[in-house]
């Protein structure tokens, strides 16, 4: 008698007979063309058992203070008309940080979410990770950096709730978004004059104080105060694109049994410009403001595996690829 689960090579040679031909997706040579040649190997694997995507679109608008590259700015009428004809953006990565607590990074590289209300840590994906060198604004002559760590993939295991149903809900409150090595670059004309503009987000910005503030990683999910520093939230300057925090939420059907479920997370995320306005005419000097319109997909992908025996088929007398094909695709 069978156990539950149990593998039994008789079971994949009895499916053997019922398949007329083996169909490849490579280019390969098969010897043995008598499928009685083919065996059947039992292996485990990581089964996707189901699968959200998520997207969240944002738009904000933020006036943005350019710096005239061009040389010769003395050229430049002041109260000419400045027109914006091209613009592009340039970054190198967008993330998320691990989770602080009390006001104190954990430093662990986790992140919590909750999984029909209870809480389940995260570690970050080293390998889709991406690292930051930051000066902190204490440091800035002693030039000592400091390693920030942005994440885009996350996983960690769960059991499913004695009381909860074979469907479980994924939650996380305010999601927060950073970019690094931000670059806007912008050109047109001053009056009849051309010139070219950028606006980085890879030094410092410095508030109407005068203070240094760090722009590297901008935190793109925050309200912008530099020019802003006294306020009731906040009484300190903050560098931000003007979006709100991203809700991490969605439902998962799990299996019915006890097994471990290890759950993934992957988060994809883009920002783009829609369109840049010149905020006044020329006022002189070597910097112009223009009002940037910006877009910001978030996309989530949930989702939850679980370990699987399963059979493949495997030719005796193994697989040959084509050599052509190996050389080329070298």
Do not use: W
Not at 114 to 141: F, Q, T, Y
Not at 163 to 181: A, E, L, P, Q, T
Not at 184 to 195: A, D, Q
Not at 219 to 241: A, C, H, M, Q, W
């Amino acid at each position: 008698m069978k156990e539950k689960n149990e593998f039994l090579l008789e079971d994949c040679i009895h499916e053997i007979n019922k398949v007329d031909a083996l169909e490849f997706t490579y280019e390969i040579k098969q010897e043995a063309n008598d499928i009685s040649n083919v065996k059947c190997e039992g292996i485990v694997a990581d089964k996707i058992y189901d699968c959200i995507y998520l997207t969240s679109n944002q738009v904000s608008v933020k006036n943005e203070e350019f710096t005239i590259i061009t040389e010769g700015e003395e050229d430049y009428t002041v109260g000419d008309k400045i027109s914006i004809e091209k613009f592009d953006i340039f970054y190198n990565f967008i993330g998320i940080m691990e989770d602080y607590k009390d006001g104190v990074n954990n430093n662990e590289d986790f992140i919590c979410v909750e999984v029909d209300g209870s809480k389940v840590d995260l570690v970050g994906s080293k390998e889709s990770a991406h690292e930051i060198r930051e000066i902190p604004v204490e440091n800035k002559e002693e030039k000592i950096p400091e390693i920030i760590t942005i994440y885009r993939e996350f996983n960690g295991y769960f059991k499913r709730n004695s009381n909860s149903n074979f469907r479980v809900s994924i939650f996380k409150h305010g999601v927060r978004y950073f970019i690094d090595g931000l670059e806007i670059k912008i050109s047109g004309k001053i009056g009849c004059k051309t010139f070219e503009g950028i606006k980085s987000y890879k030094k410092y910005d410095i508030d109407r104080d005068g203070n240094y503030i760090i722009s590297n990683p901008a935190e793109i999910t925050s309200l912008d105060r530099v020019n802003e520093y006294k306020n009731e939230e906040v009484d300190f300057p903050e560098v931000g694109l003007n979006f709100s925090p991203v809700n991490l939420c969605g439902d998962l059907n799990i299996p019915n049994d006890n097994r471990r479920v290890q759950l993934k997370i992957k988060l994809d995320s883009r920002l783009s410009i829609e369109n840049i306005l010149p905020f006044s005419r020329y006022m002189g000097g070597n910097t112009l403001n223009g009002l940037v319109k910006y877009s910001f997909l978030v996309t989530q992908k949930i989702y939850h595996s679980t370990k699987e025996k399963i059979g493949v088929f495997i030719d005796k007398k193994g697989v040959i690829c084509n050599k052509r094909v190996s050389e080329e695709n070298m």
